[in-house]
């Protein structure tokens, strides 16, 4: 499973924009970036089903996705999850949106 690092939330406009990498080419691994309100992972940490974005790996090191939430004010952190389709365990990272 590769490890999430350097994640980077950043506003532009309604939008946000989620940058991040991993330690070695993610082959079989699912990303998924969510826009929380804390930055514990709880029910009702979630701003709204609008502040979610995901992507798969296939076999890169560098990724990037755009959410555009509703309510982009109500999120303050990001939470970047990584799963695998080989593991029941994933890996998670939360930042700061900047």
Do not use: C, K, N
Request: aromatic share 12%; glycine share 8%.
């Amino acid at each position: 499973m590769p490890r999430v690092l350097d994640v980077r939330a950043v506003r532009r406009g309604r939008s946000i924009i989620v940058r991040w990498r991993t330690e070695f080419p993610a082959r079989r691994t699912f990303f998924t970036a969510l826009g929380q309100r804390t930055r514990e992972l709880a029910p009702d940490s979630f701003t709204d089903s609008s502040a979610f974005a995901s992507v798969r790996g296939r076999g890169r090191t560098h990724f990037h996705v755009r959410m555009r939430p509703e309510h982009p004010a109500a999120v303050r952190w990001v939470g970047v999850y990584a799963y695998s389709f080989d593991r029941t365990r994933g890996h998670r990272a939360v930042v700061r949106v900047g």
